[in-house]
């Protein structure tokens, strides 16, 4: 066998693998959404939306669930948007290489691989425990600080996209640096910037482990942030160890529930600044025209 043969043989063989394992993850990945499909719209109804979470062998919902994470979540995201967006902007505009810059970067990056339970220890060890409860506050704390890294690394490396000229030209301007971030490189990479934060959001939506040390759970409707209060993760965790069947069927519904919420959270992050680009540059134009 030549040479080029024996190159056209192995560049045979590892096309071959590649495809193999490509294919074996589609097919792990279609059973996966087959069996969510199929035993999660067996449950899925309009009560599923209205009542809260049933007695054993009962009738109910998961709309206390549903509730309860929309409000973690959400003051979750609320609470890392600020403090990501200005640490952000602190490396990227102002720190840049100093050590202080690079120490930051170092916990950052360290924050972002760190398994989610130890983040939801550390707020019970420094909110729940000194509290004497678990609420609803302590998981949006939780979630926060999940949230946070990710945040961060997208501001800077957004800021890092902006065109030099862009700064020069407020510059020559006579704007104070603070301005020509916010009215000019805000502007221009803000569509990224939101991707980071969606994306951000998305993840946060799924977590479990944190939660069961700080929000806990609850069977019934509250609005109530100072106590503990139901989520779908661990709702969907406790629902799916449980010994009844209508409980089980819960779980898969509300396991099918968080997992479209996701889908359609991760197809915003491409849509929307996209989306938002386009309407920015038409009236960019107008303004032109």
């Known amino acids: 066998m030549t040479r080029s043969q024996w190159r056209t043989v192995k560049s045979k063989c590892f096309r071959g693998l590649c495809y193999g394992a490509t294919g074996l993850g589609l097919l792990i990945l279609s059973i996966i959404v087959y069996s969510l499909l199929s035993k999660g719209l067996r449950g899925l109804n309009l009560s599923t939306f209205t009542e809260s979470m049933p007695s054993p062998g009962g009738e109910g919902g998961l709309a206390n669930a549903i509730v309860g994470s929309l409000m973690i979540s959400?003051?979750?995201?609320?609470?890392?948007?600020?403090?990501?967006?200005?640490a952000g902007t602190w490396l990227s505009e102002y720190g840049k290489n100093s050590k202080l810059a690079?120490?930051?970067?170092?916990?950052?990056?360290?924050?972002?691989?760190?398994?989610?339970?130890?983040?939801?220890?550390?707020?019970?060890?420094?909110?729940?425990?000194?509290?004497?409860?678990?609420?609803?506050?302590?998981?949006?704390?939780?979630?926060?600080?999940i949230a946070l890294p990710m945040i961060i690394s997208t501001t800077e490396e957004m800021l890092k996209l902006v065109p030099k000229s862009i700064r020069e030209a407020g510059a020559g301007l006579g704007l104070p640096k603070w301005r020509v971030t916010l009215s000019l490189s805000y502007r221009s990479v803000g569509a990224g910037i939101l991707t980071g934060v969606l994306l951000s959001f998305a993840r946060i939506s799924g977590e479990t482990a944190p939660l069961l040390f700080t929000a806990l759970n609850n069977t019934f409707m509250s609005l109530d942030m100072n106590g503990p209060m139901a989520n779908l993760p661990v709702t969907i965790y406790r629902l799916a160890m449980s010994p009844y069947d209508s409980w089980n069927d819960l779980a898969w519904t509300g396991a099918l529930i968080i997992t479209v919420a996701i889908l359609l959270l991760n197809v915003a992050s491409r849509v929307l600044p996209t989306m938002l680009a386009k309407y920015a540059q038409l009236k960019h134009q107008k303004k032109q025209g």
């Open 74 to 86: 959400i003051v979750g995201i609320a609470i890392a948007i600020p403090i990501g967006l200005l």
């Open 102 to 145: 690079d120490t930051i970067r170092f916990l950052n990056g360290m924050l972002m691989s760190s398994p989610s339970i130890l983040i939801g220890l550390f707020i019970y060890e420094i909110c729940v425990k000194p509290a004497g409860s678990f609420s609803g506050w302590a998981g949006s704390f939780a979630l926060a600080v």
